[in-house]
């Protein structure tokens, strides 16, 4: 018999507040009623506001966030375009698998894991690619195997510069609505996001907030890949009157009201502000063990996930089975190359000091069954200190 908080440290899903899994709890609705519309076409347009995108559209899809990936590949792409890729952690190397498996001509840029996207690199090819053969450039906005954010705002200063006309293609999975994003002033073309991580909700919805330019290629008169069940066209007609082109998870749109609600009313801003705190506290916690995250540099930490290596002769899987089942607390494993060796703690969603303290405790006590010398205390103690100071102007306000 287990009793208390089975505690949730993976980098996605995330915990879902009490008053969006309450919004949730609604009877079984008409699709097609007239007053369906009140409730998304509301959705659409705060969706927006969360990605900052005002001149283009956002689409939901009953998918996960992989389905998003999909769908703005099949949208504007045609099979054979040339596309350039960086792969630096599980989750660009299975955008990259995607691409290719969609016929792509991919060209992938291999970075150490540890580091973000390449702007050198990027710059180098889009400088010489001056015929535009290059139709898409695709970022990782946040690596979640490694806990890397990669500078969106760089990459569109080398397409800027060199007046290269690629769409931007962003993966925001495990950054949009916790850590600054900026669809518009980016000039990112292709968003994607799911609803189980900064937006707080149970994975099976994602979204996928797309420019005006995206549109445009959308139906430009060049062949296109075949698509069907997730062409913008389709939706378009459909999501304009507030409906979609197939029965939609209706529950899922109640819960993202109160989601949505609940980050403008703490503001994005604070909510990047939060995030940010949080993941310094951690990340100081996981220093103060003695500890090395596999984020190579503090212009590549991620305010949403630390990937923390076990001391050399420490098994990270043994740490991770041993949290969850003496500790009930589970943290994100190490993927592919990084197994077992190393451990995740996401810090994202609706998450607050005391639970980061109490992520580190875990570790703490796990890491030390599982037999690495550390001193038991001196992560939390570290975290303790760091929040202590950084929360005590808030303090003094209230
Ligand atoms: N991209 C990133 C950065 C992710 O972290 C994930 C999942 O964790 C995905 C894509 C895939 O999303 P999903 O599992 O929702 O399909």
Known sequence: MKHGIRQLFIPGPTNVPDRVRRAMNVPMEDQ???????????????????????SGRVFMFPSSGTGAWEAAIQNTLASGDKVLMARFGQFSHLWVEMAQRLGLDVEVIDVEWGKGVP???YEARIAADADHEIRAVFVTHNETATGVTSDIAG????????????????DGVSSIASIEFRQDEWGVDLAVAGS??????????SFLSVSEKALAANHDNRPKMARSYFAFADQIAMNDQGYFPYTPPTQFFHGLRAALDMLFEEGLENVFARHH????????????????LVAAGPQWYSDTVSAIYVPEGVDAN???????????????????????KVFRIGHLGDLNAVMC???????????????????????????????READAPVLVER
């Open 357 to 387: 303290l109490s992520a580190l405790a875990a570790a703490e006590i796990s890491l030390a069954d599982a037999g690495a010398k550390i001193t038991p205390g001196a992560g939390v103690a570290a975290a303790h200190a760091y929040f």
């Open 32 to 54: 097609r009623s007239p007053d369906l519309p009140e409730l998304t076409l509301g959705l659409f347009g705060d969706l927006k506001r969360a990605f900052r995108n005002e």
């Open 119 to 121: 702007l050198d690199a």
């Open 318 to 340: 043994r740490v991770i089975k041993i949290a969850y089942e003496r500790y009930d607390t589970s943290f994100g494993g190490g993927l592919a190359r990084l197994n077992g």
């Open 155 to 170: 990459v569109r200063k080398v397409l800027d510069a060199h007046s290269h006309p690629a769409l931007l293609f962003v």
């Open 277 to 292: 705190r949080l993941a310094e506290g951690v990340r100081r916690g996981i220093q103060g063990l003695g500890l090395k």
């Open 196 to 205: 189980q991580k900064g937006f707080m909700l149970p994975a099976g919805l």
